[in-house]
């Protein structure tokens, strides 16, 4: 099917661990972003980009490092995955400025 | 810088009855857009409208309705006659242009009971 589709779901790892969370499209979209949901906060943005090989910060990018070889994959990586980083992750594309939202990975740091 | 509030954490209301849902926002840019997006119970996050600055005019799909106030700087959206389906957490969120990156407000979680 086409879209945009996380992968895992869901995670469970350990203090310390490394983590890649996994975005792919099928529209070939520009941009793609990570977002995190949090109890209070809403979503934050972690890092986006406009074009493969383009990336920047978002509001919230500490402990994070994405990459984007190909248009269609924005990978994220927990580099040391600490407690604070439980959360529920977003993955988005957007055409003529609507994001499209991937189902989410829910992320528990133990 | 920008910021979206949405001031109603949770509301609850009895199916058929209306609701609106508020979100006030804060820019200095002139040029932007505002959205409306749905999370159900399932979590994923489906997009609902999306308005540019320069259009004011009130927007109904169906139930849903949006009123857009620049004067208050608010854009708010009302479910007429709700039904238990609505029941989910809606976001308000602004883009200013800026590589269209969004910003979220906190989210109303909307609760519709028989």
């Known amino acids: 099917d086409a879209g945009i589709t996380q992968s895992p779901r869901y995670k469970i790892t350990e203090t310390g661990r490394q983590v890649t969370l996994m975005c792919h499209q099928t529209w070939s979209h520009s941009y793609m972003f990570w977002y995190r949901q949090d109890l209070g906060h809403g979503l934050r943005l972690i890092y986006y980009s406009a074009a493969a090989d383009i990336t920047d910060k978002g509001e919230v990018p500490d402990g994070y490092v994405v990459s984007r070889s190909k248009t269609e994959n924005f990978p994220l990586t927990l580099e040391s995955a600490t407690r604070s980083q439980t959360s529920v992750y977003f993955c988005?594309?957007?055409?003529?400025?609507?994001?499209?939202f991937g189902a989410g990975t829910r992320l528990s740091v133990l | 810088a920008q910021k979206v509030t949405q001031a109603q954490t949770e509301i609850s209301v009895v199916e058929k009855e209306d609701v609106t849902l508020d979100c006030v926002y804060e820019?200095?840019?002139?040029?932007?857009?505002l959205f409306w997006y749905k999370q159900p119970p399932s979590g994923e996050l489906v997009f609902l409208i999306r308005?540019?600055?320069?259009?004011?005019q009130n927007e109904i799909s169906g139930r849903y309705s949006w009123n857009f106030q620049k004067s208050t700087s608010s854009f708010n959206f009302t479910i007429t006659a709700s039904q238990v389906v609505d029941s989910a957490v809606y976001f308000c969120?602004?883009?200013?242009?800026?590589?269209?990156?969004?910003?979220f407000g906190t989210g109303t979680r909307l609760q519709v009971t028989l």
């Open positions: 988005a594309s957007s055409e003529a400025q609507i994001q499209y």
């Open positions: 308005r540019n600055s320069f259009d004011e």
């Open positions: 820019t200095r840019d002139t040029t932007y857009y």
């Open positions: 969120a602004l883009d200013t242009g800026t590589a269209s990156k969004l910003t």
